[in-house]
């Protein structure tokens, strides 16, 4: 069979797309594209316009704050520690291996109770052996006083014969008799002097084994155990498995709290202000407080100086090492008083979180109708996790205090309970 050109022509493939197709094609890619603009703007939108949940807290002035009874205002805050002002780590005064320890912790002593005992049958072998010592010396003494006392009815014996007949006894006897009688009583004087000595040796061996018993120095509660049993203690620790400590005891009734306050602000507090004290694991009660000490020098590192403070109410709960914050009060001037005196100024404290740097400036933000706006002021340092506001605030804004790493004017936020 033959073909022509003419038919071999007509078998060419026609590769172009149909009309229909590419407007279909158009279609959903411009479709698509704004479709993702639109979710992008309502994205944009709803990241823009959502208000950031944010801790705040409303500025009240110092003069305004409740206190204690028997006190004001909160003059300065610190944080510190509950310490006991009687404590000890009681160790022996002799090394040994502990043969016995009677408590444990939270055991209750008395002056003078026998916390432990150290192996001690050598010190009771001395003990003993010094006592047997004092016990030859008196017996030794009542037989030197027998001699001496012989010897002297002799020497008077000899000299009445003198003196009644001359002839009878010489001289030289009585005189032999008078030596014998002085010998016989140094000798009876050296009896009682090695009596001395015994009974100061015996004294001596006592008082080792005394040592040998651990006592309460006071009375109080054991905190901790440092050693058990069948440890080698010793006064000072030599390495090892050498113990120093036995037990660690404190006097709970002497508790206190020790702050460090500011140096800026030391001048506000003074001996015998009273105080509130808050505990970190009691932080809806407080406690009455008292200072009962600034101690006179400074932390040149810290820029503080301690302060301690008694605590009026004795309470099961406080115990040593519990963190505390002491709240100064400024003691409460009488009703006259008050209406003579021109008004104090104002003094307002904040939590340090809420004052930030800003372009080389102190600032606070405020939170006005939902949104956040700076305002510079003046602020002290920080003590007890406050600062005072010099100036800038009045009373009663809102701060921010936190939920917001890097604020800025205009932010919509959402104070939270």
């Keep these: 069979m033959t073909t022509s050109v003419h038919d071999l022509g007509k078998l060419r493939l026609d ?12 279609r959903s890619l411009i479709l698509a594209a704004v479709a993702a603009g639109l979710i992008a703007a309502v994205v944009l ?25 028997g006190g004001g205002a909160t003059a300065v805050t610190a944080n510190g520690y509950v310490v006991a002002r009687t404590r000890a780590s009681v160790s022996s005064k002799v090394p040994g291996r502990l043969a ?6 939270g ?33 030794q003494l009542i037989e030197a006083q027998a001699d001496r006392d012989q010897m002297q009815r002799e020497a008077r014996r000899v000299q009445d014969i003198r003196a009644q007949n001359a002839q009878l006894v010489s001289q030289q006897d009585v005189d032999a008799s008078e030596s014998r009688a002085a010998q016989a009583d140094a000798r009876a004087r050296a009896a009682a002097a090695r009596i ?14 005394e040592n040998t018993l651990i006592r309460a120095p006071f009375s109080g509660t054991v905190l901790r155990k440092e050693a058990e049993v069948g440890e080698v203690v010793a006064p000072s620790v030599g390495g090892g498995l050498t113990r120093g400590a036995v037990v660690t005891m404190a006097d709970l009734r002497t508790l206190e709290v020790e702050v460090d306050v500011n140096e800026a ?32 020098t400074a932390d040149r590192q810290r820029a503080t100086v301690q302060v301690k403070v008694s605590i009026l109410d004795h309470d099961p ?21 008050r209406g003579a005196a021109p008004p104090a100024p104002l003094r307002i404290r904040v939590p340090a979180g809420a004052v930030r740097e800003r372009d080389g400036q102190t600032v606070v933000w405020l939170v006005r109708n939902g949104r956040l706006e700076p305002r510079v002021v003046q602020a002290g340092p920080v ?3 406050f600062r005072e506001i010099r100036s800038g605030l009045s009373g009663g804004e809102l701060l921010l205090v936190g939920g917001v790493e890097t604020p800025r004017a205009g932010l919509r936020v959402q104070p939270t309970p």
């Excluded at 009309?19 to 279909?24: F, K, L, Q, S």
């Excluded at 016995?100 to 912790?105: G, I, N």
């Excluded at 709960?317 to 008083?337: H, K, Q, Y």
């Design 15 to 26: 590769r172009d797309t149909p009309p229909g197709v590419r407007r279909a094609f158009r």
């Design 317 to 337: 709960r406080i115990l040593p090492e519990m963190g505390a914050r002491v709240d100064f009060l400024e003691p409460e001037r009488p009703a006259a008083a």
């Design 196 to 209: 001395e000595a015994a009974e100061a040796a015996l004294r001596f061996a006592q008082a080792s084994f």
């Design 45 to 69: 939108v709803v990241r823009r316009g959502a208000a950031v949940p944010v801790q705040t807290v409303v500025v009240t002035p110092l003069d305004a704050a409740g206190g204690a009874a």
């Design 265 to 296: 602000y030391i001048a506000r507090v003074h001996h015998g202000q009273p105080a509130r004290i808050t505990l970190d694991a009691y932080p809806d009660t407080s406690f009455g407080g008292q200072v009962r000490q600034v101690v006179p």
């Design 383 to 385: 003590s007890g996790e």
């Design 100 to 105: 016995y320890l009677a408590v444990s912790e």
């Design 107 to 139: 055991s209750e002593v008395k002056s003078g109770d026998v916390i432990a005992r150290l192996d001690n049958a050598d010190y009771g072998a001395q003990v003993a052996q010094a006592e047997a010592g004092v016990a030859n010396a008196r017996a």
